[in-house]
């Protein structure tokens, strides 16, 4: 049984995170992945925070072991969010897309702990002068959302620069992975693609069946030009990103043109103009299964491996 102080910190049995992903992880996928001994994860995404109450309330119902929610930054709803996440006494709270230290202060005297994703070093050691519990490292192996580092440069430079745990993200979607970035140094990893292929994750059938089907270079980053690079399965709406940026279109016209395509894809499964945000490793997921067994799987596989790497170095 791999067990780090991250499982200790947020109460889990299995150091993994489950990425909170804009219209895919709801209440089900989070209470399913907290229930099977990891940490699940709403993601609030663009979504009001009485939607994000609900998927709280939800969950609540579907588990009393700990869960968090992902407060995307970019988001108007951001600051109502938190609201909703202090009144609901939400255990962890992750960010992304952005700085949350204003929000740090309050979250910590709600006791929650706070737990942001990082893409530099820089932001990582100021992160931890507001007081955060722990950080991902998310390299942009990642699906959506992403920085400029790798995780395998990324990760352990970030080990080196703070104290608190550090959690890999990143091109991570099996048991190897997990083996990996704890040689690195970290204390655990999220995982956002290879969740989006539980069985209990609701979205769209089509995103899951494209997942299975990829391959390792069908992946592709787009939004480089806008600041707010993104990746995403390859398809007819990327080619049109690609079309459009080459052409040197302007900021408006590119964010015209991803509006509304999140949702497309995640939900209404129209995986050819839809965004279907997923991370390299989609060329490694090759089935549906639960996410309790995704967990079991992972952690014994890393085991295995680190027993081996014990016995390459001598170690019985
Ligand atoms: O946030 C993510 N992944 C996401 S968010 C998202 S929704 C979206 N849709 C369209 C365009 C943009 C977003 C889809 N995927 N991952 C965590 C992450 N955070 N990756 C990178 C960062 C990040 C970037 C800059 C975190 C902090 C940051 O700080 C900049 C600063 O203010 O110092």
Known sequence: MIKTDLCVLLGID??????????????????????????????????????VRGQIKKAKELTKKPFGVNVMLLSPFANDVIKVVLEEEVAVVTTGAGNPGKYVPMLQAAGTRVIPVVPSVALAKRLEQTGVDAVIAEGMESG?????????????????????????????????????????????????????????CTVHPQVKARIVKARDRDTVVTGR????????????????????????????????????????????????????MAGQIAGMVSRIMPAADILKEITSEAEEIIRRCGRLAGIV
């Open 225 to 276: 030009s806008t600041g707010h690079p993104v990746r995403c399965i390859r398809n007819k709406l990327t080619r049109q990103f690609e079309e459009l940026e080459s052409r040197g279109v302007d900021l408006a016209e590119l964010e015209k043109l991803g509006a509304g395509r999140l949702k497309l894809a995640m939900v209404d499964g129209d995986i050819d103009y839809g965004s279907v």
């Open 144 to 200: 959506g959302h992403i920085g400029e580092l790798t995780t395998m440069a990324l990760v352990p430079q970030v080990v080196d620069a703070v104290q608190v745990p550090v959690i890999a993200a990143g091109g991570i979607g099996d048991g190897r992975g997990l083996a990996a970035v704890l040689a690195l140094g970290a204390q655990g990893v999220q995982m956002g693609t290879r969740f989006v292929c539980a069985s209990e």
């Open 14 to 51: 299995y150091p993994i995170i489950q990425g909170g992903m804009a219209w895919v992880s709801e209440a089900h996928l989070a209470a399913a992945v907290s229930e099977g001994g990891g940490l699940g994860i709403i993601g609030a995404g663009h979504a009001p925070a009485d939607w």
